[in-house]
């Protein structure tokens, strides 16, 4: 009678347990971005801002002040990198250390919060502003708050969890695409967030069949392919699995842009991109659209 109590006791714990694990996946709904970011839909957003802003005069880069300086103007999506110091808290920042961007000097991951608030952000012309390193946790709260959507680009030294777990934290699942880099990143970030839209590299057939063969749906894909322009054929592909393609235009392609005219924008478009992540938003946007 006993062996049968202790056998009835474990089957109502696994049961319990098992039922409590099921509720809790239910919980965690799909991000709105999975819906919104497909290539057959045409109503989300055609540029994204490289590192929050760069290159504008008393806007520093990954700043959240120029996060909305530049969202009064235009509808983007705004990629911003993230860091983590000393004392376990996540910033946006992009180099591992603050020499080039702030007043201050030293490694991020050698600082604390309190030690970086001494400091303010320059921008890319060395105008010392007012601005502050900012904590992701307010940039998300604020970024929630006008809808605005990120690519959270996540610097080597950060776990891909880390910076998971403070999405969830905010509950911005729905402003929040994950960055990778390539088909293992891709692979963990999907395991860690199966509810999370992904950007995933595929530069050309060979990243794309690759991508393909993973667990990965292709529903949770926004597809990078790459700062050149990648043959009009593989746009096609990406659009055939309705996967959304960005162009990285930062660099070469935006100094073409600067020289030739807004046109070559338009053209790439044409081709099939269907975001230009670029250093020229403001240019971008208006010969876009």
Not at 81 to 102: C, E
Not at 145 to 162: G, R
């Given at each position: 009678m006993?062996?049968i109590f202790?056998?009835?006791?474990?089957l109502?714990f696994?049961?319990?347990?098992?039922?409590k694990?099921?509720?809790?996946?239910?919980?965690?709904?799909?991000?709105?971005?999975i819906?919104l970011?497909?290539?057959?839909?045409?109503?989300?957003?055609?540029?994204?801002?490289h590192?929050?802003g760069?290159?504008?005069?008393?806007?520093?880069?990954?700043?959240?002040?120029?996060?909305?300086?530049?969202?009064?103007?235009i509808?983007a999506?705004?990629?911003i990198d993230?860091a983590q110091t000393?004392d376990g808290?996540?910033?946006?920042?992009?180099?591992n250390?603050?020499?080039?961007?702030?007043t201050?000097?030293?490694?991020?991951d050698?600082?604390?919060?309190?030690?970086?608030?001494?400091?303010n952000l320059?921008d890319d012309?060395?105008n010392?502003t007012?601005f502050?390193?900012?904590?992701f946790s307010?940039?998300?709260t604020?970024c929630?708050?006008?809808?605005?959507?990120?690519?959270?680009?996540i610097?080597k030294t950060?776990?891909?969890?880390?910076?998971?777990?403070?999405?969830r934290e905010?509950?911005?699942?729905d402003?929040?695409i994950?960055i990778?880099?390539?088909l293992?990143q891709?692979?963990?970030a999907?395991?860690?967030?199966?509810?999370?839209?992904?950007?995933?590299?595929?530069?050309?057939?060979e990243?794309?069949n690759?991508?393909?063969?993973t667990?990965?749906p292709?529903?949770?894909?926004?597809?990078?392919t790459?700062?050149r322009?990648?043959?009009v054929?593989?746009?096609?592909r990406?659009?055939?699995?309705?996967i959304?393609?960005?162009l990285g235009?930062?660099?070469?392609?935006?100094?073409?842009?600067?020289?030739?005219g807004?046109?070559?924008?338009?053209?790439?478009k044409?081709?099939g991109?269907?975001?230009?992540?670029?250093?020229r938003?403001?240019?971008?946007?208006?010969?876009?659209?």
């Amino acid at each position: 009678m006993k062996q049968i109590f202790f056998i009835l006791a474990f089957l109502a714990f696994v049961g319990c347990k098992q039922s409590k694990e099921s509720t809790q996946t239910t919980e965690i709904a799909a991000s709105k971005l999975i819906e919104l970011f497909k290539a057959s839909n045409s109503t989300f957003p055609n540029v994204s801002v490289h590192r929050g802003g760069k290159g504008l005069v008393n806007y520093p880069e990954n700043c959240l002040e120029t996060i909305n300086y530049v969202n009064d103007s235009i509808v983007a999506i705004y990629e911003i990198d993230i860091a983590q110091t000393k004392d376990g808290q996540l910033v946006l920042l992009h180099d591992n250390s603050i020499d080039r961007t702030t007043t201050g000097s030293g490694k991020v991951d050698q600082l604390t919060y309190n030690e970086l608030k001494e400091f303010n952000l320059v921008d890319d012309h060395g105008n010392e502003t007012s601005f502050k390193i900012p904590l992701f946790s307010d940039v998300l709260t604020s970024c929630k708050k006008n809808n605005i959507i990120l690519t959270v680009d996540i610097k080597k030294t950060v776990s891909q969890e880390t910076v998971i777990n403070a999405i969830r934290e905010a509950n911005a699942s729905d402003i929040a695409i994950i960055i990778t880099y390539n088909l293992q990143q891709a692979q963990t970030a999907y395991e860690l967030a199966p509810d999370l839209l992904l950007s995933v590299s595929a530069r050309n057939d060979e990243e794309l069949n690759r991508l393909l063969g993973t667990n990965v749906p292709t529903k949770n894909m926004l597809a990078f392919t790459g700062t050149r322009l990648s043959d009009v054929s593989l746009f096609k592909r990406l659009h055939d699995e309705n996967i959304v393609c960005m162009l990285g235009t930062l660099g070469n392609l935006d100094k073409s842009a600067e020289a030739k005219g807004g046109q070559l924008y338009r053209e790439w478009k044409e081709k099939g991109v269907d975001i230009m992540a670029t250093d020229r938003p403001f240019d971008a946007y208006k010969a876009i659209n």
